[in-house]
Nanobody
Framework: QLQLVESGGGLVQPGGSLRLSCVAS????????IGWFRQAPGKEREAVSS????????YYVAAVKGRFTISRDNAKNTVYLQMNNLKPEDTGVYYC???????????????WGQGTQVTVSS
């Protein structure tokens, strides 16, 4: 059974950066596409980015394109989300999830981590 654990969240000022990590255990990560999702207080969970089983396919929602970069290191069973130029509207709980294909559609994801809090505030 694949298990995912996120880390790297925290409090950062607007314009700052954070790097989130999603570490897999129980199964090799290279068998899965990985997505990052976020949920702001009082809002529905939304997709942020997704990466294919290798790093040749990546997707981003428009709100983060050019600021966030998704990458993976299959040897370390880890997927990263580098977040630059953070804005207050990026605040939320960030989740990583695993699917068979890279997609921004949440319905494809069967395995989810517990989430890590990101707060962007001055």
């Amino acid at each position: 059974q694949l298990q995912l654990v996120e880390s790297g969240g925290g409090l950062v000022q607007p314009g700052g950066s954070l790097r989130l990590s999603c570490v897999a255990s129980g199964s090799a990560l290279d068998g899965y596409a990985i997505g990052w999702f976020r949920q702001a207080p009082g809002k529905e969970r939304e997709a942020v980015s997704s990466i294919g089983r290798s790093d040749d396919i990546t997707y981003y929602v428009a709100a983060v394109k050019g600021r966030f970069t998704i990458s993976r290191d299959n040897a370390k069973n880890t997927v990263y989300l580098q977040m630059n130029n953070l804005k207050p509207e990026d605040t939320g709980v960030y989740y990583c999830a695993a699917a068979t294909i890279a997609t921004l559609s949440e319905n494809w994801y069967n395995y989810w981590g517990q989430g890590t809090q990101v707060t962007v505030s001055s």
